[in-house]
């Protein structure tokens, strides 16, 4: 379903090395999501939510967070000796953010799925009637969705290090969290529509559809972006004591 008032945009004519090059990336990432979530089974995280947490970030970081997952995040096996030394300021910002961005991944790759197969979602929120362009539509849900997981994921971090009861933990949740969500959606946004709007359109004669290789390669970059405009803001977070060291 096509509201009457919006734009359909051209669609790009894309080169099989890109084709071969994101179908690579993407593989790579589920390849370390599955290794991850097999592992994390096996030596579970201490803190419960990092259990999903890890596995959903290797999605979009591929072998640079499994490297990083193998270096600062692995949960020690039983015969070796923890390490009980307070791990450096920027691996536990890091660590934040990452926590962060698997809410937000999560959310925008539900919110992407559903307005594909539903373009009646995208219609309520706003195709067609308050935005031509599909894509801001289902940016409004994208952002719904991510901030709704994104303070779930931080209730189950915060609460169990705080001892908080469900509403005292929400709001806390809600108040590390907040700023942090929405400075990694900016920056994912930003990375979408110059790859969408600008670059794709103008290498490939388009856009890349939702259901297509080069669209999730474009979102795993974007990711990216998203966690460079919210490492800082995740900084500040931990350094005044609103966010906790992970």
Known sequence: MTPPH???????DFPTW???????SLGIGIACTIGVAVDVIRRPQKMAVMNVVWPVSML????????G?????????????????????????????????AGCALGDLIAEWVAFLIPAVAVAFGWGWLFQDKMFAVWILDFILAFGLGIIFQYFAIAPMRGLGLGKGLI????ADAASITSWQVGMYGAMAL?????????????????SPEFWFAMQWAMLLGFVTAYPVNWLLIR???KERM
């Not at 919006?6 to 790009?12: K, R």
């Not at 979009?60 to 490297?67: D, H, M």
């Open 6 to 12: 919006a734009i359909t945009p051209a669609l790009g």
């Open 18 to 24: 890109l084709n071969v090059l994101a179908w690579t």
């Open 60 to 67: 979009f970081g591929g072998f640079l967070w499994l490297g």
């Open 69 to 101: 997952y193998l270096r600062w995040g692995r949960t020690p096996a039983p015969s070796q000796n923890a390490d009980d030394a307070e791990t450096p300021m920027a691996v536990a910002v890091g660590t934040g953010t990452n926590h962060c961005g």
């Open 172 to 175: 806390e949740a809600l108040k």
């Open 195 to 211: 790859i969408q709007l600008v670059l794709f359109p103008a290498l490939f004669g388009g856009r890349a559809p939702v259901n």
């Open 240 to 242: 005044v004591g609103i």
